[in-house]
């Protein structure tokens, strides 16, 4: 068997031997205590390792080696066990010919559930390696022809009505924005704090899906010292030095790359946070819709890359934040830009809050009180419509006598402070007329 699982200097990379010791320590972490953080934490370094120079079914064997009771070798011996004695299929990921992390979980859960049956030919991975290197595996028991793999995960299914009933937004509204992505493929919902635009984002790339699959969904927040080297590709500072790491943006590209009939959505909170031009740097052409699928060499890279035309970006930008640049025009043109309203006034914000068990006369407090600060902002040429109050604020009721004027003091009271920051007695006035 190879216990070699790494290239010579000319075919290693520098994170190599690094990933190989983060793996192992992985697998031991989730061999003790197999919780869904653990798995994920593994199902990401497996599959970055598998595509290492030196990598394939070797790895399972090095696994193997350091809990044989958990972790099942995949060598060529075994796999012949388990093909053509067991009638198992090994599902192969068609870049490698070998298997994901996520098939190799799933296969070692349904050998321990065949483990348990009585007649079942092996009870365990060490007595399946030692009969599959001796020949002694028999098929007299009750074995299926052609297993299919158990899926770790049954997707929720999540449509168009779903959307409608959860976010106060009516169906043209809707329609417009999958148009808008489907042919833009870049969209920025903006809007003031508090209508939603997260809960938005992520309830509507469901929609889009039909299903809620959070593995075809990557979400990160931009900030002023965000870089090309954080989010594309840079040298980081490893044990021995530096070494070239891949930016999430980089990797969800090549994610989506390898599953292009499926959608992909990269969504990213206070996009106006970052400078856009400097963090997308030369993929600022690529992310243009008639741009995806060509080809460019990176900064850091000689390989190609290109952005898949199955990936959509959709961002969120806060209207009433006055300590940012306004979006470069450059960046502006490749994106579609969809205003997010208060929704106080909307039938379905009410419904929503009595549904909960708030009273008439409280709801309609709200709607009343909200309506006419927002008139107030909207109104005032320092601020305007960009600066109005969302109604997330009053979206989760309690039962408590003191709820409505809690938000209004600790939520919406420090906001209108600092929006007439240069005229307090304004500013108390609009609060004590909220708490009235």
């Known amino acids: 068997m190879k216990s070699w699982f790494f290239g010579d200097k000319k075919h290693r990379k520098d994170g190599d031997i690094d990933n190989l010791w983060k793996l192992f ?21 497996y599959d970055k390792v598998i595509q290492q120079h030196g990598v394939q079914w070797n790895i399972t064997f090095a696994l193997y080696w350091i809990r044989p009771w958990d972790y099942l070798t995949l060598d060529n011996n075994t796999r012949t066990g388990l ?9 192969l990921n068609s870049t490698k010919k070998t ?10 859960e349904l050998l321990k559930m065949k483990f348990e049956e009585d007649d079942y030919p092996v009870h365990s991975f060490p007595e399946l390696s030692y009969k599959a290197w001796s020949g002694e595996i028999k098929t007299e028991g009750k074995v299926s022809e052609d297993i299919e793999l158990p899926r770790d995960r049954e997707y929720e299914p999540y449509t168009k009505e779903d959307f409608l009933k959860e976010v106060f937004m009516d169906e043209e509204k809707y329609m417009t924005i999958k148009s808008l992505l489907e042919r833009k493929k ?6 003031a704090p508090g209508v939603g635009k997260t809960f938005i984002a992520k309830r509507l790339v469901s929609s889009l899906m039909g299903i809620r699959d959070e593995t075809r969904v990557k979400i990160l927040q931009f900030h002023q010292s965000y870089s ?43 996009i106006n946070r970052g400078n856009m031009s ?32 199955n990936l959509y970006i959709i961002g969120m930008m806060n209207t009433a934040d006055r300590s940012l640049a306004i979006i470069d025009y450059a960046l502006r043109r490749r994106f579609s830009f969809v ?31 909200m309506k006419k600060l927002n008139q107030e902002i909207e109104k005032d040429l320092s601020l305007g419509k960009g600066f109005r109050v969302g109604h997330s604020y009053f979206c989760d009721y309690v039962s408590s006598e003191n709820w409505y004027e809690e938000i209004i003091r600790y939520e919406i009271a420090p906001l209108i402070e600092e929006y007439w920051f240069d005229d307090e007695e304004k500013g108390q006035t609009l609060v004590e007329e909220l708490l009235r």
């Open 25 to 45: 320590e992985l697998a031991l972490k989730l061999a003790d205590d197999y919780t869904e953080t653990n798995k994920e934490l593994f199902i990401d370094i």
């Open 83 to 91: 093909v053509e004695k067991l009638k198992i299929k090994i599902p």
């Open 99 to 108: 298997c994901t992390a996520l098939d190799y979980l799933s296969l070692i």
């Open 186 to 191: 870049n969209l920025i919902l903006q809007g």
């Open 228 to 270: 090309y080297e954080d989010f594309i590709m840079g040298y980081r500072p490893n044990g021995s030095g530096f070494e070239l790491k891949e930016g999430p943006f980089y990797e969800f590209c090549k994610l989506a790359a390898e599953n292009i009939d499926e959608e992909y959505f990269f969504i990213i909170d206070e």
């Open 278 to 309: 400097k963090i997308f740097g030369e993929l600022m052409m690529l992310i243009e819709s008639d741009k995806r699928g060509e080809e460019i060499s990176l900064i850091y890279s000689d390989e190609p890359f290109y952005i898949p035309k």
């Open 339 to 369: 205003d997010l309203e208060p929704a106080f006034e909307k039938e379905i914000f009410k419904n929503h809050l009595l549904s909960q068990g708030a009273d008439l006369n409280l709801i309609d407090k709200i709607v009343k009180k």
